[in-house]
């Protein structure tokens, strides 16, 4: 009998050497989908439909009832009221809970960089000669990976001396929903030892059972290196929004990286561009 190639063997492998897999079917096009093409309010999506939902999305204008909803958000119910308010803007689309958080999250950058102001600027310490500049990030240029073609859904890890597997997908919107509502149960005390990317990685695990099952089953049964597959599973297979810009130090010419200027506070008290002017 042949020897089962480790799950690293099949993940990390180039993209021309991994076999084809089978992907999740792409949902009907309606007739109408050349009209929505044409719309204005047409978004495509990173993922492009292999993930088992459209390749795009239609949305509108954020409205002054969008920016109540998000500031009467507490701390434990934001993630949940920034879903339902996202939700809202993509036209209460049916799917929203099973789109992956990658294209949500591009998704978001996209709806609030293109109704508020784009451009944000960022001071910079260089490391190496320590100058000191303002470096601007126009949010609607930064790069957007789309998809891997290869992307298996699910993985299955191998587990056990019997031929079980750890059936593993792409972390989605619902995923998070169901972290947000299992850590808000527990006390303050209690969700200091909780690792939020810990319990997205267990529930992006194809398991029957509960969430709190699951994660109790999770803890007691599977070993953290199996784990590890999990979390190398969602870095490999990372798609969307990059999280990091370059700048080049205008004094000395070092290279440096930083994350995007993108914070939830930009969400909760968008800027306007500065061209108020124009107005008048």
């Not at 009998?1 to 096009?29: G, I, S, Y």
């Not at 308010?85 to 789109?99: P, R, S, T």
């Not at 690792?195 to 029957?208: G, W, Y």
Request: charge should be negative.
């Amino acid at each position: 009998m042949a020897a089962r190639k480790k799950p690293t063997q099949n993940m990390f492998a180039d993209e021309e050497q991994q076999k084809p897999t089978k992907k999740p079917t792409e949902a009907p096009q309606k007739d109408t989908e050349e009209k929505v093409k044409e719309s204005a309010n047409y978004l495509d999506l990173p993922s492009k439909g292999l993930l088992g939902y459209p390749s795009h999305v239609t949305y509108r204008d954020i409205l002054v009832k969008d920016e109540e909803v998000l500031a009467s958000a507490s701390a434990t119910t934001l993630t949940r009221t920034l879903n339902s308010v996202i939700k809202g803007l993509l036209n209460n689309c049916e799917w929203f809970e099973q789109m992956s958080v990658f294209d949500r999250d591009y998704v978001m950058l996209w709806l609030w960089s293109n109704n508020y102001t784009s451009k944000k600027h960022v001071d910079v310490t260089c490391g190496s000669c320590g100058h000191k500049e303002t470096m601007e990030v126009d949010l609607t240029e930064v790069p957007v990976h789309d998809i891997k073609s290869n992307i298996p859904v699910p993985l299955e890890i191998p587990f056990g001396d019997n031929g079980e597997v750890l059936k593993v997908v792409p972390s989605t919107v619902g995923h998070e929903m169901e972290v947000e509502k299992y850590i808000n149960k527990h006390s303050e005390e209690e969700q200091k030892g909780m690792s939020f990317e810990r319990l997205m990685m267990i529930a992006s695990i194809d398991l029957p059972m509960p969430f709190e099952l699951k994660v109790k089953w999770v803890g007691e049964n599977v070993p953290s290196r199996k784990l590890g597959y999990v979390r190398k599973y969602h870095q490999y297979f990372k798609f969307g929004v990059q999280d990091e810009v370059e700048h080049t130090c205008e004094k000395c010419g070092e290279v440096s990286t930083l994350g995007i200027p993108f914070q939830i506070t930009d969400i909760l008290y968008p800027e306007l561009p500065d061209d108020f002017e124009e107005l008048l």
